[in-house]
């Protein structure tokens, strides 16, 4: 449709920093997130988790806990009786509630209701499992191979050639041209491995929701999520109810990061709520989030790039084995895709390995897969650049893909922004600004997807003439601001008159999880469209009060008029007017929208650190740090730069810091902010966000997400910066003070 | 199990509740008195999500039994706008866009007011130190601390 496209405009409300419309309820305490909500008569949930990484559960006696005064009911996987009909959400089942094995430190094996927190923690101690303890793996190399512990039987697929353990569930492949030829030209063949920890998106409000299932078959939940149409989709199955029985409301939402697109308490609660008969509450702890939620796969990775002197790639491979946890994900195929989408390369292969270990199943982490997979290929290049004696960012612009370029992973791009980033990034000061002793800078690109997907919008134009718009993404980081500004923008009226809302799964059609930096895009688009349909019905109205012609009125401004002379004189009449006079000329006006939202245009990134690394300890530290991205056309620049600048930081804390640590026996040892250390305000720098907008033909404003694409390059940047302060390459993250300082030892 | 009677004073108004003996002055504020404002991140002291003042002093509720603000006075985010108007801070926040999932922001304010009442011309790394406890995972920090240096100049009278 003609109609979706973008089209060039001056923008009037789109593009200004208005403030948002949830504020005052969040800098004053009074919004309500997951924990926040309480039902009469509501008892409190807890989960009893498998102190072992992995265990055959031979028996559970719940008959003490259950005798306990205030203990209103128990639960074990024995109460779940039906079986979900796909095996992702079987997984999703296997994963809040162990069925015969507990397969990760921390799984859930058991739940209990009671009238207090005190009495439901001492009556999970009262639960006896009697387990056997089995071998365990948790780490990606060694789960490959054949004599490696096995998670699970008969799960393999075909893709997956003979002679790898069980565990390595899936094999994926890209790329064209012929790799072989392409080496064979090259002046310059460098070929690196790579390993990175697993990671934890660090959401500061742990998982949180309160049930309540009665006995008619109609449920309610309120739960933190990035998806409450998911979470009533995956429920329903697992519960065995129909999905129009379960009303899910999103609570606002304290971080989520890609952590809240799947299901943890939720089920665990709406079961222990059937069995008591009354609602139940149920928060994670710290402990639980870190050692049962989240978190994103841990990977190994080798990288050959070919390249002739002066600097073009005439060949690139890369083998990305990631592991996922404990369940099927598909995050080596989405690096192995990611890894050199910004290249326009003749001859490229990549292969994505998906891995099983004794680890919680990986949820989504921000453009998942893309960072890790971005952190090896960039650090080959800058090395590469070094050893050629070629600047960085020239090397990247003379390989860069462009609008017609055949992407690594198969289809050709439309114009898209990341020429105009890299040309961005070598015009900044920052790029040749001095650096002093023991000081190193890097530069990266990074490359994300992006996504549509279900979304739907209702549009209301209230008798008073004020707008409120439903939609149904939980609002993240400042989202309902952004859809209030694109419906005042279309309707023109100020953006003070529309109100936007999160509505429940039973008020507004299906929509996918906020994911895939898809809601400023997908749900900005019905938006607009659903603006544009109160819009024809309103220039109806006013046509059938004109006696003329809809086709004979035109929307300027916030009001119908007579298009051209020959329609009629009638003087404009505003919104408000039609508003008014609705129940007279047809009733009340509404504008909706509905649509699987295709073209969401990918993006690109480059980020440039500079870093200073301290050659007694190997601290590293990060001195300065500028952020260049392609918005599409940003709807709010202060939540843009903010997305970027949230990014940034979390992948400088994957840099520098953070890591899942297991210990011999398999289990989680730093389950706690203390021990796994996220970046504090005193670690870092301000964080320079430049904003390009090279607009997205698939949107009508040109809007491209923005969400993820921020977190893919920083790896890379901060290895690259930390290997030329270092004057050593670092390949393993997190670059934490002790390798560093092995590094720099070892180079003597 | 038997529970301790405590007479308190919270935003200036006096309280009584009962609590165990387990419980902390978090779990009482938000499971007692319904002022969800203080969050729980972690329970462990590391997050500054639950930060209130205790006595005039900056204290992770996590950390405090709630049978030990007997006879003390507590100040909480639900207490820190004068009625209808908000706090320098508090309007910052939401104007200069210092917040993106908001789950930090009652922690972080309650902070920042207290350093700005404490130190009014707090240098950037001041800031930087005084709010390394309160974690933030979705902003990066930057607009925060711009927003508690810019709202200090604002009440210094310098901006
Ligand atoms: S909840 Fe108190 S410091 Fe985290
Ligand atoms: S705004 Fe989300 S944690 Fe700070």
Not at chain 1, 401 to 421: N, Q
Not at chain 1, 529 to 544: D, S
Request: with cysteine.
């Amino acid at each position: 449709m003609a109609k979706d496209e973008f089209q060039s405009r001056q923008f009037k409300v789109v593009g200004t920093r208005v403030p948002r419309p949830d504020g005052l309820d969040k800098v004053t305490g009074r919004a309500r997130y997951g924990a926040d909500m309480t039902a009469p008569g509501m008892l409190f949930g807890f989960c009893l988790r498998s102190p072992h990484a992995h265990a055959r559960i031979r028996a559970i006696d719940t008959s003490a806990a259950e005798a306990m005064k205030g203990v209103k009911a128990v639960v074990t996987r024995a109460d779940f009786t039906v079986t979900p009909q796909d095996q992702g959400t079987r997984d999703i089942l296997d994963n809040v509630m162990a069925g015969a094995k507990a397969l990760y430190d921390g799984h859930t094996v058991a739940a209990v209701a009671a009238t207090s927190r005190s009495v439901a923690l001492a009556a999970l101690k009262a639960i006896k499992v009697d387990y056997e303890v089995l071998p365990h793996v948790t780490d990606v190399d060694e789960a490959m191979k054949p004599e490696a512990p096995v998670l699970h039987e008969g799960r393999q697929q075909e893709s997956v050639p003979e002679g790898y353990s069980q565990n390595v569930l899936a094999r994926s492949q890209y790329g064209h041209g012929d790799v072989e030829a392409g080496f064979a030209k090259a002046d310059l063949i460098v070929e690196r491995s790579f390993k990175t920890a697993a990671t934890h998106q660090g959401y500061i409000e742990p998982h949180a929701c309160l049930a309540s299932m009665g006995n008619d078959g109609q449920g309610d939940l309120w739960c933190c999520t990035q998806g409450h149409y998911m979470v009533r989709n995956t429920c329903s199955a697992i519960m065995g109810m129909e999905a129009g029985r379960l009303k899910v409301t999103a609570s606002e939402i304290g971080g989520g990061f890609g952590g809240k697109t799947t299901v943890f308490l939720e089920p665990v609660a709406l079961m222990l709520s059937k069995k008591s008969g009354k609602p139940v509450k149920m928060t994670m702890a710290r402990e639980e989030v870190l050692r049962a939620s989240g978190p994103t796969a841990s990977t190994s990775i080798d990288i050959k790039i070919g390249m002739t002197k002066d600097g073009k790639i005439t060949a690139a491979q890369g083998d990305f084995r990631y592991q996922n946890g404990c369940f099927y994900a598909m995050n080596g195929a989405l690096g192995a895709m990611c890894g050199f989408a910004p290249y326009h390369l003749e001859n490229v292969e990549t292969v994505g390995w998906e891995v099983v270990t004794n680890r919680p199943k990986a949820a989504a982490y921000r453009a998942p897969g893309a960072p890790m997979a971005a952190f090896a290929v960039e650090s080959v290049i800058d090395e590469m650049a070094k050893e050629l004696g070629l600047d960085p960012i020239e090397l990247r612009l003379k390989n860069a893909a462009d609008e017609g370029t055949k992407s690594a992973y198969g289809p050709t791009y439309p114009a898209i922004g990341l020429k105009a980033t890299l040309e961005a990034a070598k015009a900044h000061p920052h790029w040749s600004a001095p650096l002093g002793p023991n000081q190193g800078r890097g530069v990266a690109c990074g490359f994300w997807f992006n996504f549509g997907g279900d979304t739907c919008v209702s549009l209301m134009i209230n008798p008073d003439g004020t707008v409120s718009l439903s939609e149904g993404n939980p609002d993240i980081g400042g989202s309902r601001a952004s859809m209030s500004m694109m419906a005042a923008e279309e309707l023109g009226i100020p953006y003070e008159q529309v109100r936007t809302v999160i509505a429940d799964t039973a008020t507004l059609g299906q929509n996918e999880v906020t994911d895939g930096s898809r809601v400023t895009f997908a749900v900005g688009l019905a938006t607009i469209k659903a603006a544009r349909h109160a819009i024809e019905i309103m220039k109806a109205r006013a046509a059938q009060l004109w006696g003329i012609a809809p086709e004979a009125v035109e929307w300027v401004d916030g009001a119908a008029q007579p298009a051209g002379p020959n329609a009629g004189k009638f003087p404009p009449m505003t919104l408000k007017e039609i508003a008014e006079t609705a129940s007279n000329t047809g009733g009340p006006i509404a504008g909706h929208f509905e649509v699987n939202a295709e073209g969401a245009g990918v993006s690109f990134g480059t980020h440039i650190a500079d870093t200073e690394v301290d050659p007694e300890t190997g601290a590293v530290k990060v001195l300065r740090y500028t952020v260049f991205q392609d918005a599409g056309k940003a709807v709010h620049p202060d939540y843009v730069e903010g997305q970027l600048q949230g990014g940034a930081v979390q992948g400088i804390g994957w840099a520098l810091n953070e890591e899942y640590i297991y210990g011999e026996d398999g289990t989680l040892q730093n389950a706690g902010y203390l021990d796994y250390r996220i970046p504090v305000a005193s670690d870092l720098p301000m964080i320079d966000p430049v904003i390009l907008e090279i607009p997205n033909p698939g949107h009508p404003y040109g809007v491209r997400g923005v969400g993820e694409t921020g977190i893919v390059p920083p790896l890379a940047t901060l290895a690259n910066a930390v290997s030329r302060a270092a004057g050593v390459r670092l390949t393993s993250l997190p670059m934490s003070p002790p390798k560093v300082l092995a590094a720099i030892k070892a180079k003597g | 199990m038997s529970r301790i009677h405590v007479s308190t004073t919270i935003n200036g108004d006096d309280v009584d509740y009962l609590c165990e003996a387990g419980d902390t002055l978090l779990d009482v504020l938000r499971d007692q008195l319904d002022l969800t404002g203080s969050k729980e991140g972690c329970a462990s002291g590391d997050c500054g999500a639950c930060t209130v003042r205790l006595d005039g002093r900056l204290v992770c509720a996590c950390l405090v039994l709630g049978a030990e603000a007997e006879g003390r006075s507590v100040e909480t985010i639900e207490g820190m706008a004068e009625g209808e108007e908000l706090h320098p801070l508090q309007r910052n926040f939401i104007n200069k866009a210092a917040l993106q999932c908001g789950i930090c922001t009652p922690g972080i304010l309650v902070a920042a007011k207290d350093l700005l009442e404490r130190n009014p011309d707090p240098t950037e790394e001041e800031v930087r130190y005084w709010l390394a406890g309160n974690l933030c995972r979705c902003t990066g920090y930057d607009k925060i601390i711009r927003t508690v240096l810019e709202t200090a100049a604002e009440m210094r009278g310098a901006a």
